[in-house]
């Protein structure tokens, strides 16, 4: 019989009822240590008092009016997403695959109103992940993502990860854009090298065409730049960006400028719930941490502390450990022992992983994560690689 929740997901039998900063609570009282952080949601952590106070506040005051009216906290956030961003313009959503769905209809739209309607074509990587809805599935085409799915949504062309030879070939006539993750998350923590964004940046200003970033992981604050893009000195068209952003409530966006996003008018394009009271409140809480004196360079520094930690960890476990990779708090460790073992050890040792593809273990802590956490997390991974070592060592034997 179907269970009830519809089983789409492969749970860990793990159970939190309670979370605080850096740490998750099961019923019975086990502690956790969270370097998942919800998928590099729970940027400022749990239960953070400033973001429970912006949603309780606004949570008594006024919940919902739609984008009928004018939504003062909606208006706030886009003022200072501007402010700090390469951006002219934000439209909110409640999630990155609604933020994917508005960045494929501006792109398109844009080139229909510059009289080029025969540009809908859209150039993605593989190992992409750009969300689950129709048109997220088919930027990325992957056979795992895709099976079963179709017809897809067509107007989508994917190149080998790095291969510029590739990538220069598919741009075509009817080519309208190219969507990236400046360091892609589900695709195992895999940054593109700064020379790389330089150089699509180029491309895109050759042939005209929009650069769409998606920094719905790597943004807002975890590679220790606001967005990832900025350690690149180049700034995007169109930007997806959700997870972070919301802080733990769901929120996204997409920011652009004013040339890309200008075909956007009233009308074309809406949402119920995006932009709401409630998320817009806690986004601008979220805003006031990430965008204040000295937390990025905060964040830079314990993301070198945890990365030499690790470096150390990887060299003590050779048979467990490969390397390590990624940008700020955004780091993979790539696993010779299966990563899924590694996070399932993880579990008995009571710290939180995330696996990735391209066998990837990642660590996405909290942004405000402590020295002493650091220091813990190493303790409870290395407790980890050993339950792994003696596995393997009881399989040899
Ligand atoms: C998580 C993610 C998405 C999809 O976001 P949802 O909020 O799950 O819809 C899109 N792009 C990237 C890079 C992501 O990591």
């Known amino acids: 019989m179907i269970p009830s929740v519809l089983p789409t997901y492969n749970r ?16 019975d009282g086990r502690r956790f240590l969270d370097l998942g ?30 984008n ?28 990155g695959t609604e933020a994917c769905e508005l960045v494929v209809k501006m792109a398109r739209k844009h080139f229909f109103d510059a009289g080029q309607p025969e540009r809908v074509d ?9 969300g689950r809805s129709s048109a997220a599935i088919a930027a990325v085409g992957s056979e795992k993502m895709t099976h079963g ?26 080519t309208a854009a190219i969507m990236v993750e400046p360091v892609q998350g589900e695709g195992g923590i895999r940054p593109m090298p700064d020379a790389c964004l330089k150089g ?25 730049r606001l967005f990832a893009h900025e350690w690149a000195g180049i700034a995007p068209d169109i930007m997806m960006v959700a997870k972070g952003i919301g802080g733990g409530f769901p929120l996204g966006a997409v920011l652009a400028t004013e040339v890309a996003a200008s075909a956007m008018t009233a009308g074309t394009h809406g949402s119920t719930y995006g932009g709401n009271p409630l998320g817009c409140a806690v986004g601008c809480a979220v805003m006031d941490h990430v965008t204040a004196p000295d937390f990025l360079a905060e964040v830079n520094r314990k993301a070198s502390l945890l990365r030499q930690r690790l470096e150390g960890l990887v060299a003590a476990h050779p048979q467990v450990f490969e ?29 939180l992983t995330v696996p990735a593809a391209d066998n990837v273990v990642r660590l996405l802590p909290p942004l405000n994560i402590t020295d002493d956490e650091i220091a813990e997390a190493m303790t409870r991974l290395d407790a980890a690689a050993n339950q792994i070592e003696q596995a393997q060592e009881k399989a040899t034997a």
């Open 149 to 174: 799915f179709g017809p897809l949504l067509p107007g989508f062309t994917q190149v080998p990860w790095g291969d510029e030879a590739a990538l220069k070939a598919a741009i075509t006539d009817t």
């Open 68 to 95: 009928l009216y004018r939504i003062p906290q909606q208006q706030e956030l886009a003022d200072r997403l501007v402010e700090a961003t390469f951006a002219d313009t934000v439209f909110f959503t409640n999630s």
């Open 122 to 130: 859209i150039i993605t990587f593989e190992g992409a992940f750009h």
């Open 200 to 224: 699509l940046r180029a491309l895109c200003d050759e042939h005209g065409l929009l650069l769409i970033l998606d920094e719905v992981q790597c943004g807002m604050g975890r590679t220790g």
């Open 323 to 351: 390397e390590v990779r990624g940008v700020g708090l955004m780091l993979g460790i790539r696993c010779k022992a299966p990563n899924a073992d590694v996070v399932a050890a993880g579990y008995d040792a009571q710290v």
């Open 37 to 66: 952080a919800g998928i590099a949601v729970n940027a400022l952590g749990h239960a953070h008092p400033a973001l429970v106070k912006a949603l309780g506040d606004q949570a008594a005051r006024l919940w919902h009016t739609s």
């Open 12 to 27: 860990a039998p793990l159970t939190f009822v309670s979370g605080e900063g850096s740490w998750l609570t099961e019923a």
